[in-house]
């Protein structure tokens, strides 16, 4: 008898399609080997034919329309790699409704369509996969959701967008522009089809939707999610940071505030989930603040295992498609064994769990303020600072321009946003402030 047959189409043949079929084809025999059954990518849709994509195909297996996948009695599973809300969500549902099992990467639609998707996933008995949508190659969806699964997760922090790290790094390193380093991201296959995406926050944003959702049983909760991108930070912040002994990096952060007690049973009352995306200041010595480039790193902290880290590529067309072809793998293995939902979603469980406000949360900050270089304007500074309740660790100013305005940089203890906001909306009124101050929160251990 001859090996059982799992049966895939893919929608969509750019950058992750390509990663995926590759892998598909190229290591067809490992995978057979390994699973015990044949991989068969017997439709591949995208609406451009023409377009080498470094790979051939065999005979009768691309198609324009992607109704050629979703409408074919023999696909078990649709794997979804156009992207965007629109079809993309029209096509995971009408595979949904004909009983076939998804494969996404797109975590755009996860984010602000997912409870819907995963009910109806739920109602028709199929599965979603959905590992490449976080974190590239990384395996951090299975991770919270099998390997840590004996966890209340205390906080996760993640570098989940290559595009901003690797226009970091080069800002850091090579002292590229930062429109010069985009571009790199865009040419080499990184970047979101509207790179806004990446640069804004909101990218990692969509990302940290999923795993807060995950980790806390909450709905997908994108609107609750404070998105800040890397745009205004200069390569002059970066070297500030660097003199102080810190990295910039672009961190989605989620975290149960204060910590959900161990073994707690409804014994958790006043914990609230943080959801934040913001460029960050980390110890240049922490680990996470070495992960450079296109590479991605979360550290997943849980009351059972304590700290983990995971590192990988975040992006590009061979590790996400690595992660794809997991889930692709994983449903497989679902479908010869019975086991076909065998994880299934689980959101809004603790439904009631409250989302922190933004203003609420705490954190050490770094300032800087463009002040004229005059007498007194350090104590002007510090006075409001100090009326908020904002202490000083370190400052410092740089250059002479007497009369002119120069960077004075200020690192504070811990301090609350709002009180924060408050000092910056009352310092950046004052007539010896030029500009608009620039605030980055800083992680680590307080001095
Ligand atoms: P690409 O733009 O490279 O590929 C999408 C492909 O789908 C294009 O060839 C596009 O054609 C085609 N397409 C669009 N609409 C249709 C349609 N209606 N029918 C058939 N084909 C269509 O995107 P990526 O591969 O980079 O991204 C795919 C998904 O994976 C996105 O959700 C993205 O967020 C996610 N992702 C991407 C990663 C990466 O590193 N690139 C990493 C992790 C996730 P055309 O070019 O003509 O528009
Ligand atoms: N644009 C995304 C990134 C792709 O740069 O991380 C991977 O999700």
Known sequence: MGKKKITVGIIGFGTVGTGTAKILLGNRNILSERTGFDIVLKKVADRDLQRDRGITLPKGVLTPDAKDVVNDPDIHIVVELVGGIHPAKDFILEAVRKKKHVVTANKALLATEGNEIFSEAQKHGVEIGFEASVAGGIPIIKVIREGLVANNMVAIYGIINGTSNYILTKMTEEKVEFSDALKDAQRLGYAEADPTFDIEGIDSAHKLTILSSLAYGIPLSLDRVYKEGITKITSQDIEFASELGYKVKLLAITKATPPIPPLARGGERGVEIEMR?????????????????????????????????????????????????????????????GGVRRVPWISGGAGTRKIREMEEIESMYYFRFSALDKPGVLSNISGILGNYNISIASVIQKGRRIGGSVPLVVLTHRAKERDVLNAIGEIDNLPVVSDKTLFVRVEGKEE
Do not use: Q, W
């Open 277 to 337: 995306v913001h460029p960050t200041m980390i110890p240049s010595e922490y680990l996470i603040s070495k992960v450079d480039g296109v590479f991605n790193a979360v550290y997943v902290e849980g009351d059972a295992v304590g700290s983990t880290l995971y590192y990988g590529r975040g992006a590009g067309d061979m590790p996400t498609g690595s992660a794809v072809v997991a889930d692709i793998v994983d449903i497989g293995r679902n479908i010869v064994s």
